[in-house]
């Protein structure tokens, strides 16, 4: 996309890229650390999800990268904007043109007064796009998520699917970088989830946007190429999956887990194994020849 919709730059090996970052909420006397030096790296046109327990950091890393929070410490750039040296000018225009985000309230992402093809014009007037060109663009992406027949409805005339079809078409509107979905299908039935998923993923492939999906639903995580997961503010671990075929021509689908170590070398054991080996405070390592061998520090 060009002109006006999206600003030329030079493209980026990493769209991306989190490095230590640490985001500290203050209240009062107390300090609450939501994240706890994360990192993540993602490339341009992935669609990964994110997952985590409850008070994880999953929504405080989704507000840093959609420009409305800004980290304590540490390095965020998203497809070459820094997000740690903004200005107030910066942050507005990196909000309007490089990122899209869609909300898991319907309530949050649509504007009740407004027709499905008017909400979608709204950030395209914001960006300053010419009226005759801003209509075309709306009834494109209408049509693009399926909800071509929604137009000249407003939110309240229309399904929850519907709606979300529609904030994806309005999250889009200015041709972003980057889209970021928090939940979108956890107030939606198996079919519905299924339909927005389909249209996030027509997004990366079809226009090389990077998306970010934050999700608890199983259902939704396994449909990607990478799963991250998120505990104590920093990422734990990742599932990649790729496409193999067996002898018999069938395609299937290959998941491995791995555990994410950080700059500073360290890597967070999954609950599971520490439970099953007993490991608690102090652990005993031993270098082999082509892996690292772990056990507990206080047994013989």
Not at 109 to 137: E, F, H, K
């Amino acid at each position: 996309m060009t002109g006006a919709l999206r600003e030329a730059a030079v493209p980026h090996a990493t769209a991306i890229v989190c490095e230590s970052v640490v985001r500290i909420h203050r209240q009062g006397n107390i300090e609450v650390q939501a994240l706890q030096g994360l990192d993540l790296h993602v490339a341009p046109g992935e669609m990964i999800a994110v997952v985590g327990p409850s008070g994880a950091g999953k929504s405080t890393l989704l507000s840093i990268l959609a420009g409305t929070d800004e980290p304590t410490a540490g390095k965020v750039s998203v497809n070459g904007w820094d997000l740690t040296a903004m200005s107030a000018a910066d942050r507005v225009r990196y909000r309007r043109s490089a990122v899209g985000v869609v909300h898991q309230q319907t309530s949050r992402n649509l504007i009740p007064y407004l027709t499905a093809i008017d909400n979608v014009a709204v950030p395209l007037s914001l960006a300053g796009v010419a009226r005759s060109r801003r209509a075309a663009r709306a009834e494109e992406l209408l049509e693009r998520t399926g909800v071509a027949y929604c137009a000249q409805r407003r939110p309240g005339e229309m399904s929850g699917g519907e709606q979300q079809r529609v904030a994806i078409a309005v999250a889009l509107a200015n041709a972003p970088g980057l889209l970021l979905a928090d939940e979108p299908t956890g107030e939606l039935d198996t079919t519905t989830s299924h339909e927005i998923f389909t249209t996030l993923r027509a997004a990366s492939e079809e226009d090389g946007t990077t998306v970010v999906v934050v999700t608890h639903d199983p259902a939704v995580s396994s449909q990607v190429g990478r799963t991250v997961a998120i505990r104590d503010g920093r990422t734990s671990s990742e599932v990649v999956r790729r496409t193999e075929l067996r002898e018999d021509g069938e395609s299937h689908v290959i998941a491995e887990e791995y555990a994410v170590m950080d700059r500073a070398g360290r890597v967070q054991v999954p609950r599971e194994f520490r439970e099953a080996l007993e490991l608690t405070r102090r652990v005993r390592l031993a270098l082999e020849p082509d892996h690292l061998a772990m056990w507990p520090g206080d047994r013989s």
